[in-house]
Nanobody
């Protein structure tokens, strides 16, 4: 059974930082492409960061330069370091995994709220 469990969300002031973690189980982690989505109330889900293959990464323009995705294959973990957070970053963040062209597995998500 595939499980993705996120942690690390919370309330942070504008300009602050958070690191989200995602623990994966039930998959051969090193063979999976991993990513992070977010979805705010009333808005579409958006892919904000992902590994695109051979260790390369891609980011949504609005988070480029502020967010960094990383992974530890030995620990079956993927991380999202978020710096210079803005109120517009308030959302539920979920990690996702894919063995092919589309993302097939999702975590429950963790809430990130950026507010003074």
């Amino acid at each position: 059974q595939v499980q993705l469990v996120e942690s690390g969300g919370g309330l942070v002031q504008p300009g602050g930082s958070l690191t989200l973690s995602c623990a994966a189980s039930g998959i051969i982690f090193r063979f999976y492409r991993m990513g992070w989505y977010r979805q705010a109330p009333g808005k579409q889900r958006e892919l904000i960061a992902q590994f695109t293959g051979a260790g390369t990464t891609s980011y949504l323009d609005s988070v480029k330069g502020r967010f960094t995705i990383s992974r530890d294959n030995a620990k079956n973990m993927v991380y999202l370091q978020m710096n210079s957070l803005k109120p517009a970053d308030t959302s539920v963040y979920s990690c996702t995994a894919s063995a092919g062209a589309t993302y097939a597995y999702w975590g429950q998500g963790t809430q990130v709220t950026v507010s003074a």
